[in-house]
């Protein structure tokens, strides 16, 4: 296990660096570009100039680093036992972010995101949850500035992961089953579908209806670019911690659902090969059950079910789109950030998609060999990198990211050995009703 010996001073952003710069955010109306105006009743002034900037690299507070210093800099494990497992050539190197107070990777944008929220003299902060990583996060940094918080979660996780529900209210948050009466929106949804297993589209519409008060923000955990941007410290980190030990990796993989935790990871090794220092292959991994990558449609379309956020171009399978409830909740959110599609798009990664049951499978063998319970969402890459392991006839390094630990996601592992887990498959008439509703 090596770690670096301080954190990152800097975040990383992509954008200067690329050969294209990405398609504006449209104002759904007159579908001209956003502006500054339209942001600000939503984020504060410092995180709209985040998720516009030219600049390279933007400073990190010292009051952020001094919270980042709880947890990080995070350990990249060398994963032994798991190549000898696996018999194979390849070094596998594993970024665990399961370190932090929430278990997951999710602080590294929440506390920044609370930060300048409560400088601004913000109050209170609403947000969405998938499978409860995020919400967590976002109440455990509402906690570090004094910030009230109140989080939409979605039904399906609500009702899997209640220990979730109970670390966010241990944090101080409210938290609220997605779709619910709360929200004229959430009670539209459930009028229509009175048993919906809900979605991240749908309770990012109650979290934006729910933030209409002068003191209220809303806060968002993937997708925008300044929540990438925070991100890359995983990937800063684990950039220094391989130089240290001579290595340089062929292969780096992440799973994708918004596509923070991916971008987090990637994006510096990204730089080096625009840069022509190294040349990593880069491998996306997805929800074969929420696969916007691999099956979604390049096109503008809103974040949201309710049509309140701006159209962003973006990988997506249609606002309306409900994914099966799979247990990587996570990963259940119809559309991929705007910058990993333009990215995605000019070439610069590859992505696959992967059944439930094989990631179990790879988690499963993950925590046999390494001790570690992975959450559902990083088996996804797991899963590919076994895979690829097992594929290597020669020596090469493949880089993971273990975004978080799956401690309180046990009931969908009982699943798993009980032999009831089933996957799902997305037909293709389902997928085509979907994406015939973009705007």
């Known amino acids: 296990m090596e770690t670096t010996t301080s954190t990152p001073t800097h975040w990383y952003n992509i954008v200067p660096d690329l050969p294209a710069p990405p398609p504006p955010p449209l104002r759904p109306g007159t579908r001209e570009p956003v502006g500054p105006d339209d942001l600000a009743p939503l984020f504060p002034a410092e995180l709209i100039a985040q998720e516009v900037s030219a600049e390279s690299f933007l400073p990190i507070p010292e009051e952020v680093r001094e919270v980042y210093r709880l947890w990080r800099p995070t350990p990249l494990i060398r994963a032994r036992r798991l190549e000898r497992a696996l018999d194979t050539p390849a070094r596998i190197y594993v970024k665990y972010e399961g370190v932090s107070p929430v278990g997951s990777h999710k602080p590294n944008t929440a506390v920044p995101q609370a930060f300048y929220n409560a400088r601004q003299g913000i109050r209170r902060l609403t947000t969405e949850t998938g499978a409860g ?3 967590s996060a976002l109440a455990f940094a509402c906690s570090q500035f004094g910030l009230d ?10 009702d899997q992961k209640p220990y979730r529900r109970s ?4 944090y101080g948050a409210r938290v609220h089953a997605s779709p619910s009466p709360r929200t004229t929106f959430g009670a539209k949804a459930l009028a229509e579908t009175p048993g ?4 991240l589209g749908m309770a990012i519409s109650e979290a934006v209806e729910a933030a209409a008060p002068e003191d209220t923000h809303y806060a968002l955990g993937s997708v925008l670019n300044h929540v990438l941007l925070h991100q890359t410290i995983i990937g800063e980190e684990a950039l220094e911690q391989l130089t240290a030990l001579g290595e340089t990796p062929d292969l780096v993989v992440g799973c994708t659902g918004g596509g923070s935790n991916f971008a987090g990871l990637t994006f510096p090794f990204l730089r080096e090969r625009l840069q022509d220092r190294m040349r990593p292959r880069i491998l996306a991994v997805e929800p074969a059950a929420c696969p916007s990558f691999t099956r979604g449609r390049y096109a503008y379309d809103f974040g949201d079910t309710a049509g309140l956020t701006p159209l962003l171009k973006m990988h997506t399978l249609g606002h309306d789109f409900v994914p099966d409830p799979i247990h990587a909740g996570g990963l259940r959110y119809h559309g991929m950030a ?6 995605y798009e000019q070439g610069l990664f590859q992505a696959i998609a992967k059944p439930q049951r094989e990631c179990f499978e790879a988690g499963v063998l993950f925590a046999r060999t390494e001790g570690i319970v992975p959450a559902p969402e990083p088996t996804h890459a797991l899963a ?3 895979e690829e392991a097992r594929r290597a006839t020669e020596p090469k390094v493949i880089l993971t990211a273990l975004c978080g630990h799956g401690h309180l996601d046990m009931a969908a592992y009982d699943r798993y050995l009980s032999g009831e887990m089933t996957d799902h498959a997305l037909p293709e008439d389902r997928l085509a009703a979907a994406l015939s509703h973009l705007p």
């Open 338 to 343: 705007p910058l990993l599609s333009h990215l």
């Open 149 to 158: 918080c109140e989080i939409w979660m979605v039904r399906a996780s609500y």
């Open 133 to 135: 990583q995020w919400g």
């Open 384 to 386: 590919a990198t076994i």
């Open 196 to 199: 919906s297993p809900g979605s």
């Open 167 to 170: 670390m966010m209210e241990l």
